[in-house]
């Protein structure tokens, strides 16, 4: 009796889906039928006909079995924003991508996943959760949960969503009580925090929501701050006051200083098939990461690509005067490993006017020094990865196809070695 319900189901009015099935029916009926007529027709006229009438009802049988299909994904597809192929492209093509973790935080890491999603959906973006400032210190202050705005950049620019949703999460206020400066985003995820028990599980429903390829994780789920001591052995904790002191760093580090890494990041770690690191603030993005000690362990015991993209840049109050080998020293310094093999330096050229407008903000081009690079014993991969746009950051696409580009080299120098 159920299954004659069931049955019974296919036939209720509003499917979208008897039309389509009786046209299927009937167009292979005549194809099949005006087969075999005209392999028995002697007459041409009738001929003729047989071959008009295959014609439409291959038409038909084409069309039909479309509509039907469509009728289907139309009910079960829940990304409807999305052409069918681009759900197929992602499926099947982005799927067998390299597995890539990037590790960092801020607006540089976010810039790079924009890119990087194009070519994989199997991205880990791992993010510092020390920061201190603005919306996420506040909430981080009044709700104890992890700082939300770093996660939220990753999320957003990994995102598949409409463009509208994209922008709500960014969305910043800009008046009210209590309400003023904070993201909607960074709203969400701690309402979501509230809701799910847990910033975890807070992270992994947002990314349900805004669809996104790959995952976003917090690179520990410990309640961690940042100690930066100076060369004048002066110190300062706080991820957002250690610029504000304008003193050469001499180290960072991390309170309490044995943080327990997330244990999703070290799986990723473990298979990854490159692994990298920024662009963005050194010592307050992308140290903060390899400070946990298991974080940086695994990531020294892997024989792949490990990838740090130069900052175009220098940062006021964190690199001011650093070149691009003193950005590697104290990633290196700071692991206490070997964890970096590479690095892409940028040799585009970089726009006069927005020099100068930089250099009012103290900000300076970050010197390439390659030969003390190289004497690092880290290979130099050198492109134009800077954004044409009105700021001198990295352009998302251009870094995504060199990382692609660098990433194929190494496999197949892998290959090559194992084929010897």
């Not at 050469?248 to 244990?263: D, F, G, S, W």
Request: glycine share 6%.
């Amino acid at each position: 009796m159920k299954k004659f319900i069931k049955v019974i189901k296919w036939f209720y009015p509003g499917l979208k889906i008897k039309r389509w099935f009786i046209l299927l029916s009937l167009s292979l009926f005549f194809v099949i039928y005006s087969s075999v007529r005209f392999s028995k027709d002697k007459d041409v006229l009738l001929k003729v006909f047989d071959a008009f009438l295959f014609t439409f009802s291959f038409i038909g049988l084409i069309a039909g079995l479309k509509s039907l299909i469509k009728s289907f994904f139309e009910v079960i597809w829940s990304e409807k924003n999305k052409e069918l192929i681009d759900v197929i492209y992602e499926k099947r093509f982005l799927s067998k991508g390299p597995k890539v973790v990037a590790i960092g935080g801020g607006t540089g890491l976010a810039t790079i996943l924009e890119g990087l999603k194009e070519y994989t959906s199997n991205i880990t973006a791992v993010v510092a959760v020390a920061d201190e400032g603005g919306s996420s210190g506040r909430l981080r202050e009044e709700f104890g949960i992890l700082p939300p705005g770093d996660i939220r950049n990753c999320l957003v620019s990994l995102a598949e969503v409409p463009q509208l949703m994209r922008d709500l999460f960014q969305y910043r206020f800009e008046e009210g009580d209590g309400i003023k400066g904070h993201s909607f985003g960074n709203l969400f995820i701690t309402a979501m925090t509230q809701v799910s028990g847990s910033f975890k599980d807070a992270i992994k429903e947002s990314s349900i929501v805004l669809a996104i390829r790959g995952k976003v994780l917090p690179s520990s789920l410990d309640s961690l701050r940042l100690r930066a001591e100076y060369s004048d052995g002066t110190a300062k904790v706080g991820e957002d006051k250690i610029p504000d002191e304008e003193k050469t760093i001499r180290r960072v580090c991390l309170i309490p200083q044995e943080a327990k890494p997330n244990p999703e990041v070290i799986e990723a770690i473990r298979e990854a098939e490159i692994i990298l690191f920024g662009p963005g603030s050194l010592f307050t993005s992308i140290i903060p990461n390899i400070l946990i000690g298991d974080i940086a362990d695994e990531i020294a015991k892997r024989n792949v690509k490990k990838l740090y993209l130069c900052n175009v840049m220098t940062q006021q109050g964190e690199t001011d005067g650093f070149t691009a080998s003193d950005h590697l020293r104290m990633i290196l310094f700071h692991a206490r490993k070997d964890i970096v093999n590479c690095c892409l330096v940028n040799s585009g050229r970089l726009r006069y006017q927005l020099l100068i407008k930089y250099a009012e903000e103290k900000s300076f081009p970050v010197v390439f020094d390659r030969e003390r690079i190289k004497r690092m014993d880290i290979d130099v991969f050198e492109a134009d990865v800077v954004s044409k746009r009105n700021y001198l950051r990295h352009d998302s696409k251009k870094s995504a196809k060199e990382i692609m580009k660098i990433y194929t080299q190494g496999k197949k120098k892998w290959r090559d070695s194992k084929n010897k």
